[in-house]
């Protein structure tokens, strides 16, 4: 089939009419899609914040992509002025300008001052990440192959989380997302600075949850600090973020804020070693650590 210019312009328009609803309808979607504290089908921006850190991690990643936005297409802008206005045949006698001081400073002045404006909020975001704040909570968090070991160690409590199996998983009224499901979770409680505390047994592993905006390597004979104050409650996944061995994808993190009522009662069943504390199910494996 034949097909005039005017018909291939207009299929042309056509196509590129409705890529760009399909994207503008995937950018609106985006947080239709999203769910607090976990991964969701066809995400592509960051998992919602659930604590300060994170919320300025978003931010400063936001400011970042406008910025390299408006930079690409200026430079795009000037290439194609370059090709349209400057080819042999448009300007067939070229200009011997060799030097123009204004645009010789501002061509250094600008992207000093662009990256100084990357500097300062990036600076600002570092200090706050590493910075721990005096600590409400302490637990400790401790890689082995290929599961975790959570210790509070002021209130002498310590259990290891384990994934759930898939056959658990399918038991359980609202599953949790496929291989994110573990069978006790690190709780904490809400408005409240935690400090992690991470290191390894065996090899390197990382302890990271994205809606936090936390990922500290958990290196064996070292102790790597950090924090977070969880402003949302929900259950929050994280995975181990270092390829410590076969079954590193198997070793999730879930944490679960709760108000502070619920976080007490927690700690004494936990204490108590009873079968149904909300991290449900606990089975008697935490036990108080001597
Ligand atoms: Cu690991």
Same mark, same amino acid.
């Given at each position: 089939m034949k097909m005039s210019k005017g018909q291939i312009g207009r299929r042309v328009l056509a196509s590129v009419a409705g890529l760009m609803a399909s994207g503008l309808t995937l950018a609106a979607g985006g947080t239709a899609f999203a769910e607090l504290g976990q991964p969701a089908p066809w995400e592509y921006k960051l998992q919602e914040a659930a604590t300060p850190v994170m919320e300025n991690i978003t931010w400063f990643h936001n400011f970042l992509f406008g910025l390299i936005t408006i930079i690409t297409l200026f430079v795009l802008g000037l290439l194609v002025a370059v090709v349209v206005k400057f080819n042999a045949k448009a300007n067939p006698i070229p200009s011997k300008t060799t030097h123009n001081t204004l645009i010789e400073v501002a061509w250094t002045l600008i992207p000093v001052l662009i990256l100084v404006s990357i500097a300062v909020p990036s600076f600002r975001l570092l200090f706050e990440e590493l910075d721990v704040p005096k600590a409400d909570v302490t637990i400790k968090a401790t890689g082995n192959q290929w599961n975790w070991t959570y210790s509070y160690p002021d209130d002498k409590i310590e259990y290891t989380s384990i994934i759930l199996s898939e056959e658990d998983r399918a038991k359980l009224?609202? &599953?949790? &997302?496929r291989l994110l499901g573990v069978d006790h979770s690190l709780v904490v409680p809400i408005n409240k600075v935690v400090r992690v505390q991470t290191t390894g047994a065996d090899v390197i592993h990382s302890f990271a949850v994205p809606a936090f905006g936390i990922k500290i390597d958990s290196i064996p004979g070292r102790l790597n600090e950090t924090w977070f104050k969880a402003t949302k409650l929900g259950v929050f996944y994280g995975q181990c973020s270092e390829l410590c061995g076969k079954d590193h994808a198997f070793m999730p993190i879930v944490v679960k804020v709760v108000n502070d009522q619920d976080y007490d009662d927690w700690k004494k069943c936990v204490l108590a070693s009873k079968d149904d504390c909300i991290d449900q199910p606990p089975g008697g494996k935490a036990k108080q650590s001597s």
């Open positions: 009224a609202s &599953p949790p &997302p």
